[in-house]
C-alpha cells in the first residue's frame, strides 16, 4: 500500500485523500471556517500536528470524510502524494 506521512506518525493512504489545504489560504473563507468548526463538533478533525498546523487534508476512510490537521505544507505534502511513497509492512 502506498502511504502519505502527515506528522506524529500519522500515515494516510494516497487513495483516500480527497484533497489537501493550505490552512492560511483557506481559513480566511467563513465557508472553510464552517467546515472545519463542523468536522471539529462532529469528531472528524483528527491532529496530527505537533505545532501550529499549516495545512489540513482531506479523506474519505471507510465511507466517512475525516479532516487531518498537519503541521508540514501544503506544498509538502503534495510533492509527498506525487513521489507516491511506499511503505512496506
Do not use: W
Not at 9 to 30: K, M, N, P
Not at 53 to 72: A, D, H, T
Request: charged content about 30%; hydrophobic content about 40%; proline content about 1%.
Amino acid at each position: 500500500m502506498k502511504f502519505i506521512h502527515l506528522g506524529k506518525g500519522t500515515l494516510v493512504r494516497d487513495d483516500e485523500i480527497l484533497g489537501i489545504f493550505d490552512l492560511d489560504i483557506t481559513s480566511q473563507s467563513h465557508l472553510t471556517r464552517k467546515f472545519l468548526s463542523l468536522a471539529d463538533k462532529s469528531g472528524k478533525v483528527i491532529n496530527a500536528a505537533e505545532d501550529l498546523p499549516k495545512s489540513f487534508v482531506l479523506c474519505e476512510q471507510r465511507g466517512e470524510i475525516r479532516v487531518y490537521l498537519s503541521q508540514m505544507a501544503s506544498a509538502t505534502l503534495l510533492k509527498r502524494a506525487e513521489e507516491r511513497t511506499q511503505v512496506t509492512d
